[in-house]
């Protein structure tokens, strides 16, 4: 295959700022988005705290009709994604443009599903929205952005829990690739920071607990993690094939040469403890890419700050990589967001080009404490300013979904 694929526009909406700018910049100043919950009255949680995206006003966006019959997850992917179409030159819509959506989520609906049920159990039959159902279904993200920008061309959701956003950048290579075609806004987003999430994930005893400290609760890799960070925020790139991007004079950000998608067939929460199939995801992206493991410098690692998920994640990138491992920056950005969950994949594609184009590899937020069960340089103290050829990003999901694309420089 001759022809590449190639970002050429971002946008982002997450706990460190409303633009993939202010991400990027939180990311590089080591920055945490992550304080109390506002959402909710937390009180009386075990976990109080969040990654909230702050100060966003959907006003701002839509006009009231769609304001009403849209999810905040929509509401965030429309913003990001008329960011990422303008920032690729695009303009302001694609109606005469060849494009296609691809926008993934885990639990973009829960906000209005339990707004609904209380509304139902306290008014009755008649004060539920008639924009209930279509507002919470996984695909309406994506379907929206489409309306958005008047989009024509194939329109595609899928859920693949935390695994979500990097599975729709591979999709959007997968269509371009295919020719049906010749631009796709692709990403995650989720919003869900509601009451009944945060008594499920407490039952489950996956969140950090960490309440008088929200800037240091999350501590991937590090000895004293105790729990992921739970967190919102839409992150979606625009992707074309380089000569599509040539022709029309567009600035490329870096390629997506490749990725995979495997499978743990383990458990519904738990990684599978050797990390075998995390491996194998790496191997077949290297494999894809026509990358040795020597070829790869940094990896955004998917550090959840779980005690499961970081040492399995460790040992996939020492079988993965062999000798060449405890050379790898492996760096965290959920020590600083929170996890995006649907829209945590797509925030490592975007630190992953962006490093790859500064030369700057933002640091794991709260890495202070060595675990002898995760052995690697995960970039403590301040951003590290050095060539990144070539970049991997990891992410994995509930069910055992695992997600790895790479990144390289055009």
């Known amino acids: 295959m001759d022809e590449r694929v190639v970002i050429t526009g971002m946008g982002a909406v997450t706990p460190l700022g409303g633009t993939w700018g202010e991400t990027w910049a939180g990311l590089k100043d080591g920055r945490s988005g992550i304080d109390k919950i506002t959402a909710f009255d937390a009180t009386e949680f075990p976990t109080r705290i969040a990654g909230e995206v702050k100060n966003f006003d959907p006003a701002q966006y839509l006009p009231v009709k769609r304001l009403h019959r849209s999810s905040r997850a929509s509401q965030l992917a429309v913003a990001a994604s008329r960011e990422a179409v303008a920032d690729a030159g695009l303009g302001t819509s694609l109606e005469d443009t060849d494009a296609g959506v691809i926008i993934n989520s885990a639990v973009s609906g829960y906000p209005e599903i339990q707004a609904a049920t209380e509304i139902f159990g306290r008014d009755g039959l008649r004060r539920i929205s008639p924009s209930f159902v279509a507002s919470s279904l996984t695909n309406m993200p994506a379907c929206e952005v489409a309306i958005d920008l008047a989009v024509h061309g194939p329109v595609n959701a899928s859920a693949l829990a935390c695994a979500s956003g990097t599975s729709a950048l591979l999709e959007a290579r997968r269509t371009l690739l295919s020719g049906d075609a010749d631009v796709v806004v692709a990403g995650g987003t989720d919003a869900a920071i509601t009451s009944v999430m945060f008594a499920g994930l407490s039952a489950m005893r996956g969140l950090s607990r960490n309440n008088d400290s929200p800037q240091e609760a999350s501590r991937p890799f590090d000895a004293d993690r105790d729990g992921f960070v739970f967190a919102e925020g839409a992150v979606v790139c625009v992707l074309e094939l380089l000569s599509h991007a040539r022709a029309r004079g567009a600035e490329v950000y870096a390629e997506l040469l490749g990725g995979a998608l495997t499978s743990d067939a383990f458990h519904i929460v738990a990684p599978e403890p050797g990390g ?113 050829r070539y970049a991997l990003t990891n992410a994995f999901g509930f069910g055992g979904q695992n997600a790895v694309a790479a990144f390289g420089p055009v």
């Not at 990896?299 to 405890?326: K, V, W, Y």
């Not at 050379?327 to 080009?353: E, N, R």
């Open 276 to 388: 075998q199939y995390a491996a194998e995801a790496i191997c077949r992206t290297l494999d894809r890419s026509r990358l040795n493991p020597e070829d790869v410098d940094l990896i955004c690692a998917h550090g959840t700050s779980t005690q499961a998920n970081d040492r399995t994640e460790t040992l996939a990138l020492h079988t993965a990589f062999g000798e060449h491992a405890p050379s790898l920056a492996v760096t965290a950005p959920k020590s600083m967001t929170g996890h995006l969950i649907g829209a945590a994949g797509t925030l490592g594609s975007l630190l992953c080009a962006m490093a790859i184009g500064e030369g700057v590899i933002p640091p794991t937020l709260n890495y202070s404490t060595p675990d002898p069960e995760c052995d690697l340089d995960y970039v403590p103290g301040p951003a590290r300013e050095s060539p990144v």
